[in-house]
């Protein structure tokens, strides 16, 4: 397969469209505004293929690459992340040719907003729903509403409504759980909604999360989804039981160098440059780093049964191997590693090879 | 200070070059060949700091490493990672214009090698005294022996000596038990050389990590040490009393972006994909991404207490803060973080600034 000589990210295209036909679909459904999160893919290429199902709209996590799908004809977006004051004459540019959509979550990002704007920019106010992370808590209804009262004066901002990130959906113990959280951070920008109903002619509600976004099916009131990650999925939305390992379309593929049967390791060219140290601890309390899969055929199987990636050094990776499956691996081997957070691994390797042998670049 | 607009990782040149003085002084009054590993600043020019103090040999952790060092005059490298059967036509091109040095483990590498290669090269058997990632147990005279064997009856191929990196001295629990692996590592060596001391008219013994190269003043029979991480040093080597904070020479400078006075956290651009998800647990059993300091003056000061990087996102910090501390901090400020893994984190972003504004630029 393919003549792999150094670490690899492969890309299986079509899960991956089918992972993009699954999310637009849903959002069609549910009479939801689709604007997917790129900070995943990074890839203009990839971006073209969202087009297709009518995307037009789109999320990103920094200033710099908003401004990469920007010169990439993206006309349409939100940086998902608090405004970096120091960045403002990037953002001053981008607003000059897009929409670009902003988030907020004190009076003082407004003010500093209002005074160094040169062009208009669309407001959303960050929203913390339990994840505790980014957003003015859902019930600080007092602040909520200085911020309001803050873009109203504002000449420059147009307030567009509530955003937020159930991230904590990450740490839900059970699908159950991550229902919960769903409709709990449903409820909260409801309220919200009914609340500040005054505040603008329309107020849009955005979600993002791809846990509750690829499970659940209640969105009453909501009007946009942001999911990102389930363009490829991973091993830590499987762990989740958000996925099965069928529907992951990233693969690292790893040339073997060294073999150990006497412990049952196998030693990779494959490291933490390569798939970040992300790592997840199972339901048996095993923290591994990846799980393993043989390539066959120009594609990849279904993760080999007793193995998984023990340890990261910065070019090395250790797997663990079942008694059998090692006494055929030998060094100059191919071995494939799913990703435990794709978004890393994609960020790290900085640009995909499809089944079908194309190159696909990404943001540098 | 400076006009920092997004995540800049800061490099204190000058106590860089005092931690390479400090290095290289210890080689020389140990007499050792001091052969640094250049994948912790993978630059270019960083690496010509290093010939200021007579070094003209070096170690890197992969062949793209090796070819970026070689277009850069270095004529001495030796790419301290098992052979990589698939890459044999870049070790062929690279062994036609420098002196080449590689390390294998199996038989069969070696009979690899002897089947393909176009030009010479020097081969260390890579010995595992204790870390268990790579290598052949020092115990197992039979395979080192038929090894040896292999190697002597190839043509291309010379037999240098034994390598190891006693890797494990990371999770030591004490300076103490880092002492007592690394003289259970030469002790090993020095075993090999007398055993096998017919097979080479000179066998070099060649050792490698950071925290045993700054403690240890005992090196009986060893040659050749690599260490790498001591350019920088961070917050891993201060947590295993390697160093103090005072040597690390780099620093993530991130703008803040939000603060949260209620639960005492702050929000910084400054994220997985700058620091890295590498994570350390302290003493007190508190896991964390990075220390924080103030920038000063044009420098960092010393971490703050009760102040840590509590969790990672993509592209966010989230950083605990005392109560007294988070009083002055304004989004738009900026606040430094000195990373738990540098060589990951410099990885990751690709180019330094130093304290007298001037950019560092590494391989890509």
Redesign the interface.
């Known amino acids: 397969m393919f003549n792999?000589?150094?670490p690899t990210l492969l890309l299986n295209k079509q899960q991956c469209l089918a992972n993009i036909r699954y999310m637009s679909e849903k959002a069609q459904r549910n009479y939801l505004e689709f604007r997917p999160h790129f900070?995943t893919h990074q890839s203009a290429e990839i971006g073209e293929w969202f087009r297709g199902f009518g995307v037009n709209k789109i999320t990103v996590?920094?200033?710099?690459m908003a401004e990469y799908f920007a010169a990439n004809n993206w006309t349409d977006i939100t940086i998902a992340?608090?405004?970096?004051?120091?960045?403002i004459?990037?953002i001053n540019y981008l607003a000059k040719s897009i929409t670009l959509n902003l988030l907020v979550?004190?009076v003082?990002?407004v003010e500093?907003l209002n005074s160094n704007l040169d062009n208009k920019v669309n407001l959303f106010i960050k929203i913390d729903t339990g994840n505790?992370?980014?957003g003015v808590?859902s019930k600080n209804f007092n602040l909520i509403s200085k911020i309001i009262s803050k873009i109203d004066s504002a000449e420059k901002i147009l307030f567009k409504g509530f955003l937020s990130h159930a991230?904590h959906t990450y740490k839900a113990i059970s699908p159950e759980q991550i229902g919960a959280f769903h409709r709990q951070q449903i409820s909260s920008l409801k309220n919200l909604k009914k609340l500040f109903r005054n505040a603008s002619e329309e107020i849009i509600l955005s979600i993002g999360d791809t846990p509750a976004c690829t499970l659940e099916d209640y969105f009453e009131d909501i009007d946009e989804i942001r999911p990102g990650n389930f363009v490829f999925y991973d091993v830590m939305q499987y762990e989740l039981s958000v996925c099965d390992t069928g529907v992951i379309a990233v693969c690292l593929a790893c040339?073997v160098?060294?073999?150990h049967k006497?412990?049952q390791e196998i030693?990779v060219?494959g490291g933490?440059?390569h798939l970040?140290?992300?790592?997840i601890t199972d339901g048996f309390d095993r923290k591994y780093y990846g799980l393993v899969v043989k390539l066959n055929k120009g594609r990849w199987d279904m993760p080999l049964k007793d193995c998984y990636v023990k340890?990261l050094?910065?070019?090395?990776g250790?797997i663990k191997m079942g008694e059998k499956e090692i006494q055929n691996i030998?060094?100059?081997d191919i071995i494939g590693v799913l990703p435990i957070h794709s978004?890393?691994t994609a960020?790290?390797m900085k640009q995909y090879l499809t089944l079908e042998n194309e190159i696909i670049t990404m943001m540098r």
């Open positions: 792999i000589e150094k900070k996590s920094s200033v710099t992340f608090p405004v970096n004051l120091r960045e004459n990037s979550e004190s003082e990002t500093f505790n992370r980014t808590d991230g040339p160098v060294a073999v006497n412990r030693v060219y933490a440059v970040s140290k992300e790592t340890a050094s910065q070019e090395h250790i030998n060094p100059g978004c890393l960020n790290l």
